[in-house]
Nanobody, 127 residues
Framework: QVQLVESGGGSVQPGGSLRLSCKAS????????MAWFRQAPGKEREFVAA????????YYADFIAGRFTMSRDNGKNTMSLQMNSLKPEDTAVYYC????????????????????WGQGTQVTVSS
């Protein structure tokens, strides 16, 4: 089966950093757009960042304000999200996602655009 597995979550203090990784297995993701979303308790799933297969992006949500950097390694079938200057409001479960059909950045920010999802990794930012 196709699997997307996130790792790298944990607990950090405000201002700290984490690097999340997403490993895909079961297929290669040639031509797929990949993305990160997050969901806090009681909140809707929220777009974080997206990146295309070979060009375009990364595209980031406005709230990031230069704090996060997304990248992908197509040869290893992985992607990552480097998160710096973390804030308590960044606390959420972070999910990786992928889909071949994402054609524009406007579409890329919508959770319904993605058919493949990981199970999520918890990020907690607190003192």
């Amino acid at each position: 089966q196709v699997q997307l597995v996130e790792s790298g979550g944990g607990s950090v203090q405000p201002g700290g950093s984490l690097r999340l990784s997403c490993k895909a297995s079961g297929r290669t993701f040639s031509g797929y757009t990949m993305a990160w979303f997050r969901q806090a308790p009681g909140k809707e799933r929220e777009f974080v960042a997206a990146i295309g297969w070979s060009s375009g992006g990364p595209y980031y949500a406005d709230f990031i304000a230069g704090r996060f950097t997304m990248s992908r390694d197509n040869g290893k079938n992985t992607m990552s999200l480097q998160m710096n200057s973390l804030k308590p409001e960044d606390t959420a479960v972070y999910y990786c996602a992928a889909d071949r059909r994402v054609a524009t950045w406007a579409i890329a920010r919508m959770p319904g655009s993605y058919s493949y999802w990981g199970q999520g990794t918890q990020v907690t930012v607190s003192s």
